[in-house]
C-alpha cells in the first residue's frame, strides 16, 4: 500500500523532472535547427571560450551577485533588527510596506523604476535639488549606471522578501540573552555581532544560497527594465539563453550548454557557501 501512495508521486518528479534534465544534457551536446539536431560532442561548450556575449553576459551575472546580494542581506538584517523591537509603533505596517516590492506585478514594478530613473524622473530631481549631479544621469543608456538601476531594482524588490526571514530567525531568539548581555555592559553593537549574527547563521546561509541562485537566474528585471542594454552592457545568462532559444535564430544545443553552465555555477557556490557556513551536510 505504501508503494501505492508513492509511485505515483515518483513516476510524475520522473517524466516531469528528470526525463527532460537528461534530455537537456544530450540536448546541449547537439546543435542545428530544433528538427535537424545532430551529435557535437563539446563543441558548444568550447564555443563559450570565444563568445563575445556569452562572456558578458556571465561577466554580468557574477557583479550583480558580488555587489547586490551582500547588499540586499545586510540591509534586509538590519531592517529585521530595527523592525524586531517592541518599542517601534506600526511594526507591522512597516513589515507591510518593506515586504509589498516583491509581490508587486513585475510589469508594474519595471514600469515604476523605468519613470523614477527616467532622465527627467524623481530620482535624477532630487540628486540634482541637492546638487549631488549637474546634469541627469543616463540610467536606461549608459552602461555603468544601467548596471547600477539593475542592483537598485533588484534589491529594492527583494531586500523585504529576505528580511522575514530574518525576522521569524529574531524572533526566536530569547530575549533573556540580550537582557544578561545588557546587564554585563554590552552595547547595541556587541549586541548585534556577538548575539544576533551567529544565532542567526543558519538563516544567513540560507537567505545567501537562496539569493545566490535567484542571481545566477536573474532574467524578469533585466528584461522588462534594460532590455539587456545598452548593447549587452545588462545582459544576462538567463535573457542570453532566452534570446539563444527564442529571439535569435533557434539554438536550443548552444543554450542548453549555457544552462547547464548557470546549474554548474549554482551547485558550485551552494557548497562553497555551505563549507564556508560550516554545514558538512
Known amino acids: 500500500m505504501g508503494w501505492g501512495f508513492f509511485s505515483p508521486s515518483v513516476i510524475l518528479i520522473s517524466v516531469m523532472v528528470f526525463i527532460p534534465m537528461i534530455y537537456a544534457l544530450f540536448t546541449s551536446f547537439m546543435a542545428g535547427p530544433p528538427v535537424n539536431m545532430h551529435w557535437v560532442g563539446l563543441q558548444n561548450y568550447q564555443a563559450m571560450f570565444s563568445d563575445k556575449t556569452f562572456l558578458t553576459a556571465a561577466s554580468n551575472t557574477f557583479l550583480y551577485l558580488i555587489v547586490q546580494v551582500p547588499i540586499m542581506l545586510f540591509l534586509a538584517m538590519i531592517i529585521s533588527v530595527m523592525l524586531n523591537d517592541n518599542r517601534l509603533k506600526f511594526r507591522g505596517l512597516y513589515r507591510t510596506a518593506i515586504f509589498l516590492p516583491c509581490i508587486t506585478s513585475l510589469v508594474s514594478y519595471s514600469l515604476i523604476m523605468k519613470t523614477i530613473f527616467a532622465p527627467t524622473g524623481i530620482a535624477n530631481k532630487l540628486l540634482?535639488?541637492?546638487?549631488?549631479?549637474?546634469?541627469?544621469?543616463?540610467?536606461?543608456?549608459?552602461?555603468?549606471?544601467?548596471?547600477?538601476?539593475?542592483i537598485i531594482s533588484i534589491t529594492w524588490r527583494w531586500t523585504g522578501y529576505n528580511m522575514?526571514?530574518?525576522?521569524?530567525?529574531?524572533?526566536?531568539?530569547?530575549?533573556?540573552?540580550?537582557?544578561?548581555?545588557?546587564?554585563?555592559?554590552?552595547?547595541?553593537?556587541?549586541?548585534?555581532?556577538?548575539?544576533?549574527?551567529?544565532?542567526?547563521?543558519?538563516?544567513i546561509l540560507f537567505t545567501a544560497i537562496t539569493s545566490t541562485i535567484g542571481t545566477l537566474q536573474l532574467f524578469d528585471e533585466v528584461n522588462n527594465i534594460t532590455k539587456g542594454g545598452p548593447g549587452n552592457a545588462t545582459t544576462t545568462l538567463s535573457q542570453y539563453i532566452y534570446n539563444l532559444s527564442y529571439k535569435y535564430t533557434p539554438n536550443f544545443g548552444y543554450a542548453t550548454a549555457i544552462s547547464f553552465v548557470v546549474v554548474i555555477a549554482i551547485v558550485v557556490l551552494s557548497l562553497i557557501q555551505l563549507k564556508a557556513g560550516g554545514e558538512d551536510k
Do not use: C
Request: proline share 6%.
Open 128 to 150: 540634482m535639488d541637492v546638487h549631488l549631479i549637474g546634469a541627469p544621469i543616463q540610467w536606461l543608456t549608459d552602461p555603468f549606471w544601467a548596471k547600477v538601476l539593475i
Open 164 to 203: 522575514i526571514f530574518f525576522l521569524s530567525g529574531l524572533q526566536n531568539i530569547d530575549t533573556e540573552i540580550y537582557e544578561a548581555a545588557e546587564i554585563d555592559g554590552a552595547s547595541r553593537w556587541k549586541q548585534f555581532t556577538r548575539i544576533t549574527i551567529p544565532m542567526l547563521k543558519p538563516i
